[in-house]
């Protein structure tokens, strides 16, 4: 069935360090890509999108990688920093339908 | 707030109670989500409402759950005879018109039932 997966459940980084954050998806049909922060006790917050036809797409200090021939996405965050520690969801939208579907998370954790 | 907002924070129950969860969009966000966030798992769709048109339902577990939204703002999910499995944070989200484009999440209702 479809799935969205992530490699890792926990990433430790030390402060200042890039972080990458990698998802993988089953649905080739898929056509929407998002990755949300979420912290202790608050609900998810969008940090950055990306569509199918692009392979890259840059905010402030993050950057999405998707690899549509291996199903990968990831999520890099430059010089982390204290304030990143959360619990990163890549999600998914396969194209025609109304549903996001949520990878299980992965808890960035920052060493000082 | 500007925010979307969700009450109560927090709720105990004993099983076979219902429950009301109560989800408060941002002003003017035509589409409202729920989804189910088990421990330590991702966010699982519940239903979808759009404007006027008729709600997706296709993500309720079973009968048991049911929403409704009144006068396209306000958004209330009932479980019925709560059990044990429903244990979870219920969290609301909107957006101003659709699927494709960001959602805005509440902070969540933790749910306990005993």
């Known amino acids: 069935g479809e799935s969205v997966g992530l490699h890792l459940p926990t990433l430790s980084v030390q402060e200042g360090d890039n972080s990458i954050i990698n998802c993988a998806y089953s649905n080739s049909a898929s056509d929407y890509f998002i990755w949300y922060k979420q912290e202790s006790g608050k609900g998810p917050q969008f940090i950055i999108d990306?569509?199918?036809?692009?392979d890259k797409r840059q905010g402030q200090r993050v950057t999405v990688l998707l690899n549509k021939t291996v199903k990968h996405l990831s999520l890099q965050i430059a010089a982390t920093q204290p304030g990143d520690s959360a619990v990163y969801f890549c999600a998914e939208n396969q194209k025609g339908a109304q549903k996001l579907v949520f990878g299980q998370g992965t808890r960035l954790t920052i060493n000082p | 707030g500007a925010g979307v907002s969700q009450s109560p924070s927090n709720k105990v129950t004993e099983k076979g109670k219902d429950v009301e969860l109560r989800c408060d969009p941002i002003?003017?966000?035509?589409?409202l989500y729920w989804y189910r966030q088990s421990l330590g798992q991702g966010l699982e769709f519940l239903i979808y409402?759009?404007?006027?048109?008729?709600?997706?339902k296709s993500g309720l577990p079973s009968d048991r759950f049911s929403a409704e939204r009144t006068g396209g703002s306000v958004s209330t999910l009932t479980i019925q005879r709560t059990q044990q499995e429903d244990s979870a944070v219920y969290l609301c989200?909107?957006?101003?018109?659709?699927?494709?484009?960001?959602?805005?999440f509440g902070p969540g209702t933790r749910l306990l039932v005993l």
């Open positions: 990306i569509r199918s036809n692009m």
């Open positions: 002003s003017g966000h035509t589409a």
């Open positions: 409402f759009q404007g006027n048109s008729a709600p997706d």
């Open positions: 989200a909107s957006s101003p018109s659709g699927w494709i484009e960001t959602q805005y």
